[in-house]
């Protein structure tokens, strides 16, 4: 597509649910990265995707979260039992095949009540 | 481990104004440098690329500048304007990795 797609973008769940947020990177871009944004705060990296290879998950925060890329292409980030902290603007972003240059996606704001 | 940091953390100017907003990283060895743009409830939007052989970039009002030696980067605001107003990132690319800075809030009051 024309950019980096996310869905949803907003998502209110209760605590101990699990959600899964979606990523659809610009077609063509072998790399694939999730940040998460807390309130009034910068980004912190969550997970890394390169291609084949296997991904960088030294960002995860724990063993609730997990991502997975499909193809190639469409990522899907979960999160599993829900806790308040974890409410944040997930975002998702692309990049070419040695450009590293990010185009990010408008994210996901996530509330967990 | 990268650490960016970025000062002011909050700027106000009077519309018109010539301002400058800083990025410092800790560990030279990047592979560039980008600076995004985000607005309230938005995702980032990126302005200026510098790789790190580069010194400088500009694109229309904007004028970014690389110092690697230093760990330094500095984005330049010509004229600014009201439309101007969002939070300002620097990310630093180095190992597979964008590190971020935190962020310089922007208003420009007419």
């Known amino acids: 597509g024309a950019g980096v797609s996310q869905s949803p973008s907003n998502k209110v769940t209760e605590k101990g649910k699990d959600v899964e947020l979606r990523c659809d990177p610009i077609?063509?871009?072998?790399?694939l990265y999730w940040y998460r944004q807390s309130l009034g705060q910068g980004l912190e990296f969550l997970i890394y995707?390169?291609?084949?290879?296997?991904?960088?998950k030294s960002g995860l925060p724990s063993d609730r979260f997990s991502a997975e890329r499909t193809g190639g292409s469409v990522s899907t980030l979960t999160i599993q039992r829900t806790q308040q902290e974890d409410s944040a603007v997930y975002l998702c972003?692309?990049?070419?095949?040695?450009?590293?240059?990010?185009?990010f996606g408008a994210g996901s704001r996530l509330t967990v009540l | 481990k990268q650490e960016v940091t970025q000062i002011p953390a909050a700027l106000s100017v009077p519309e018109g104004e010539n301002l400058v907003l800083n990025c410092s990283f800790t560990?030279?060895?990047?592979?560039?440098l980008q600076w995004f743009r985000q607005d309230p409830g938005k995702g980032l939007t990126s302005l200026l690329l510098?790789?790190?052989?580069?010194r400088e970039q500009t694109s229309g009002r904007l004028n970014a500048s690389l110092d690697k030696s230093s760990g330094r980067s500095t984005l330049y605001i010509a004229a600014s304007q009201p439309g101007d107003s969002a939070t300002y990132l620097c990310?630093?690319?180095?190992?597979?990795?964008?590190?971020f800075g935190s962020g310089t809030k922007l208003n420009v009051k007419p």
């Open positions: 510098i790789q790190s052989s580069q």
């Open positions: 077609s063509g871009h072998t790399a």
């Open positions: 972003a692309s990049s070419p095949a040695g450009a590293n240059v990010l185009t």
């Open positions: 560990d030279s060895a990047i592979y560039n």
């Open positions: 995707f390169q291609g084949n290879s296997a991904p960088d």
């Open positions: 990310a630093v690319h180095n190992f597979n990795k964008f590190y």
